[in-house]
């Protein structure tokens, strides 16, 4: 195993820890006992094996999977991740979490996620071209703008959702914009996509300082997985007046507690390929990064970071999950012990499925929106979902992270009653 891997293995299995937090959130519901069974099964899972041609002339297996975890309330929608350490499990878990975060913030989608157990760095731009479109082909009997709609994820970007359009209307025969979301803009992509998880994390951090009676300016703020959803939180928290003390991807990290600059840091790691070895800053490990003096800790690497063994050093008053799942269900149970505030991953980083799902409407009418309009209406449910998620957990006494997935629970479990059970 390389050195880069052993940073980003999660310290616990995600399928696990999202089992656990679904039931300690069913628990405070009267759901029967087959609806909450049915809940917690993922509805289908898709395992391909696939070959694809490198540049050397040999041929390597691959292995990827879809899963789709409800499609009580829509068609499904998730990204796609490309990452050495995809499993089964992990697709799951994200698959469910995908379920969780649409009914959170009102979409009409079930969840699904996709992955390709693959480091795409180590690809040539043809062999990542030929693993996108074999999978495309492989996954295509779950793929439609109608049934199951993919979107980008860790190790995949704007041309991995260009070559997965295409690749699905060469099969169709006409080009099917809205089969992905999170394309390049001259394909049908919506304005605001690419910001908009990191845009989405800025809005809920400024609500929950609000309610901490936290000034944002001014703020400290750590950030892990300085990529999509990591650097953009980065750079709009500056924008804000907050300063940027860490920051790290999968080879390290970088600390200067008077302050990092993010748009500087972003170009740097564009040059180097990672922000370490950027001047003024001192190197710290992606361990260290979540237990510097911080106010706001914003994750936004991969799952199970935060665990009981080192949630007690965290000295965020506020973490914001720009990850989904990076922290476990024993670290939450510490930080709420020590009265630090959680903001869940399936709000805080929904603004990326937020925009997709503008993105996808936008397709499907052929009729398209300003960035402004993108970026006020993802705002307006944002802060509503914000608003309401708080609520539930100031009335029944719970974390913000249970209260969203009671008030999840309940729409997907209504959903399910008010169709039956078919036959
Ligand atoms: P990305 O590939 O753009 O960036 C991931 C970054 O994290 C990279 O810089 C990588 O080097 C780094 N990294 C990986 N493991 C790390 C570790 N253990 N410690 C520190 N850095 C590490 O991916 P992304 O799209 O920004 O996704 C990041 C997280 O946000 C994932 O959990 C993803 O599921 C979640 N998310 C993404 C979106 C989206 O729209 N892209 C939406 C919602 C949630």
């Known amino acids: 195993m390389t050195a880069q891997a052993a940073v ?6 995600p399928w696990q820890m999202a089992l656990r937090q679904f039931n300690i959130a069913a628990d405070q519901l009267p759901l029967k006992r087959g ?3 049915l809940l917690a099964y993922p509805k289908r899972e898709l395992t391909v094996n696939f070959p694809v041609k490198m540049d050397d002339g040999s041929v390597r297996i691959f292995t990827g999977y879809r899963v789709h975890h409800s499609t009580v309330l829509g068609p499904t929608k998730g990204g796609i991740r490309y990452h050495p350490d995809v499993t089964l499990n992990e697709v799951r878990a994200l698959a469910m979490w995908m379920t969780w975060k649409c009914a959170t913030v009102g979409l009409p989608y079930g969840g699904a996620k996709g992955g390709v157990v693959v480091n795409p760095k180590e690809l040539s731009r043809e062999e990542l071209e030929h693993l996108t479109r074999r999978y495309a082909t492989e996954i295509g009997i779950l793929m439609s703008p109608e049934g199951d709609i993919p979107a980008p994820d860790v190790g995949t970007n704007p041309q991995i959702m260009a070559w997965i359009m295409d690749t699905y209307s060469m099969h169709r025969g006409y080009s099917t914009p809205s089969v992905v979301t999170g394309k390049p803009l001259a394909i049908g ?23 901490l009676g936290m000034p944002l300016a001014g703020a400290k703020v750590a950030v892990q997985g300085f990529g999509n959803v990591g650097a953009v939180a980065a750079y709009l928290l500056h924008d804000q007046g907050c300063s940027i003390v860490a920051a790290s991807d999968s080879s390290g990290g970088v600390h200067n507690p008077k302050g990092l600059d993010p ?7 564009e040059d180097r390929g990672s922000v370490t070895g950027f001047p003024s800053a001192n190197r710290v490990t992606n361990e260290e990064l979540l237990e510097v003096s ?7 690497a991969l799952e199970a970071q935060i665990t009981a063994s080192n949630a007690g050093k965290v000295k965020a008053r506020l973490v914001v999950e720009g990850a989904n799942g990076p922290i476990t269900p024993d670290g939450d149970e510490v930080l709420e ?3 630090v505030l959680v903001v869940p991953d399936i709000l805080a980083n929904a603004g990326g499925v937020i925009v997709s799902y503008f993105e996808w409407v ?7 929106w300003t960035e402004e309009e993108v970026n006020q209406n993802l ?7 914000f608003g309401q998620v708080l609520r539930g957990s100031l009335d029944r006494k719970v974390s913000m992270r249970t209260a969203a997935l009671i008030r999840a629970i309940e729409r997907v479990a209504d959903a399910l009653m008010t169709r039956g059970i078919y036959p």
Do not use: W, Y
Request: charged residues 30%.
């Open 189 to 211: 992509g919506s304005f605001g996509r690419i910001e908009a998880t990191g845009r989405g994390v800025t809005f809920v951090t400024r609500e929950a300082t609000r309610h």
């Open 362 to 368: 936008q397709g499907l009418q052929q009729f398209f």
């Open 35 to 37: 609806i909450r069974e």
């Open 337 to 339: 012990a020590r009265n």
């Open 379 to 385: 705002e307006r449910i944002m802060v509503r979902s």
């Open 294 to 300: 911080c106010d706001i800790l914003v994750p936004s």
């Open 8 to 13: 980003i293995t999660p310290k616990e299995d």
């Open 263 to 269: 748009r500087a840091l972003v170009k740097f790691k």
